[in-house]
T-cell receptor
Framework: NAGVTQTPKFQVLKTGQSMTLQCAQD?????MSWYRQDPGMGLRLIHY???????DQGEVPNGYNVSRSTTEDFPLRLLSAAPSQTSVYFC?????????????FGPGTRLTVL | EDKVVQSPLSLVVHEGDTVTLNCSYE??????LLWYKQEKKAPTFLFML????IEKKSGRLSSILDKKELFSILNITATQTGDSAIYLC???????????FGGGTRLMVKP
């Protein structure tokens, strides 16, 4: 199993550009989510999904879109990049345990917006 | 507003010392509390706690949850330089397994 994979690993954008961060998992997990991590801070939830076709907003959703057309893939789209979106982005997935459960994290994408 | 607070923010110890990291939380729909270790890349899972008073243990690391007082501690005994990392506490708060993270504790272990 590859686990959770993310592409690209690094990206530099200019203000106003758009791009899609890719995330895929091969563990047949129902739950997937996107977090961002800024220097000196913990992770903050952007969007999450409880299954194909179902998404919802997290703590910091503005400026980002998601969709979940398959169980495996959960791409994150930046509509019009801003310097405030410079961050490290982590995708995560987990089983749907009633009591919560371990989330498996991808290796991260380091994004810089100039 | 759901909140997870970790203390201390950072800690410097010498090899062999014992450390205790703290995590307190105020959330509306607690399901579980998780501890992660983050070195240079993605967080790696350490423990998940759902019941009060039951210690989880893995080698030199252990953790316990107090659901009445709304906190958890992570203990590391006989620290090693390889324990140097950011330790993250997170609370799972809903059926979608959303995690609310604390700001982390940066631990540095000196030889």
């Amino acid at each position: 199993n590859a686990g959770v994979t993310q592409t690209p690993k690094f990206q530099v954008l200019k203000t106003g550009q758009s791009m899609t961060l890719q995330c895929a998992q091969d563990m047949n997990h129902e739950y997937m989510s996107w977090y961002r991590q800024d220097p000196g801070m913990g992770l903050r939830l952007i969007h999450y999904s409880v299954g194909a076709g179902i998404t919802d907003q997290g703590e910091v959703p503005n400026g980002y879109n998601v969709s979940r057309s398959t169980t495996e893939d959960f791409p994150l789209r930046l509509l019009s990049a801003a310097p405030s979106q410079t961050s490290v982005y982590f995708c995560a997935s987990s089983y749907s345990f009633a009591g919560g459960g371990e989330q498996f994290f991808g290796p991260g994408t380091r994004l810089t917006v100039l | 507003e759901d909140k997870v607070v970790q203390s201390p923010l950072s800690l410097v110890v010498h090899e062999g010392d014992t450390v205790t990291l703290n995590c307190s939380y105020e959330v509306t729909n607690f399901r579980s509390l998780l501890w992660y270790k983050q070195e240079k890349k993605a967080p790696t899972f350490l423990f998940m706690l759902t019941s009060s008073g039951i210690e989880k243990k893995s080698g030199r690391l252990s953790s316990i949850l107090d659901k009445k007082e709304l906190f958890s501690i992570l203990n590391i005994t006989a620290t090693q330089t390889g324990d140097s990392a950011i330790y993250l506490c997170a609370v799972s708060i809903n059926a979608g397994n959303m995690l609310t993270f604390g700001g982390g504790t940066r631990l540095m272990v000196k030889p």
